[in-house]
């Protein structure tokens, strides 16, 4: 998979969290054509000074790109898109060991080899519902 204009601005955004919250440190992640798989770290210190949170990291990403894919949209000709360039909510999981770790950065990196099989994927919608013709 490799990403377009808009995919590369997206994982810039990503590596570039850690200016913003400095006490964030950004892990695996990659971007698919229609959604973004990422892990980044918050130690301690942020929770204990009450600096951020992840609903703050998300939330600032999901602004930052969209902005960024908004003006991308005139200088860029980037695809426009309906109401939202992400979806309301987001799927979390709290990382408790390192087994955990990493079975969640083996499934991002296997994301893409996947993607054929992904029920997001148009493609893959429309081999499901292709009927094959009878003999």
């Known amino acids: 998979m490799i990403p377009n204009e808009a995919g590369r601005m997206v994982l810039r955004v990503w590596k570039e969290m850690p200016r913003r919250f400095h006490y964030v440190t950004m892990d695996e992640s990659i971007v698919m054509p229609n ?6 770290i918050i130690t301690d210190k ?3 000074e009450g600096t951020c949170s992840l609903g703050t990291v998300v939330g600032a990403f999901k602004s930052l790109t969209t902005n960024e894919y908004i003006l991308g949209l005139d200088s860029e000709g980037w695809q426009p898109f309906d ?3 992400w979806q309301r909510n987001y799927y979390e999981h709290i990382i408790r060991d390192d087994k955990d770790l990493d079975r969640i950065r083996n499934y991002i990196s296997l994301n ?3 993607w054929s099989e992904d029920t997001e994927n148009p493609a893959h919608e ?3 519902t292709q009927k094959t013709p009878s003999k």
Request: hydrophobic share 55%.
């Open 126 to 128: 429309w081999r499901i």
């Open 83 to 85: 109401r939202r360039l």
């Open 35 to 40: 959604h973004f798989h990422g892990i980044f």
């Open 112 to 114: 893409a080899a996947r």
């Open 46 to 48: 942020a929770f204990d």
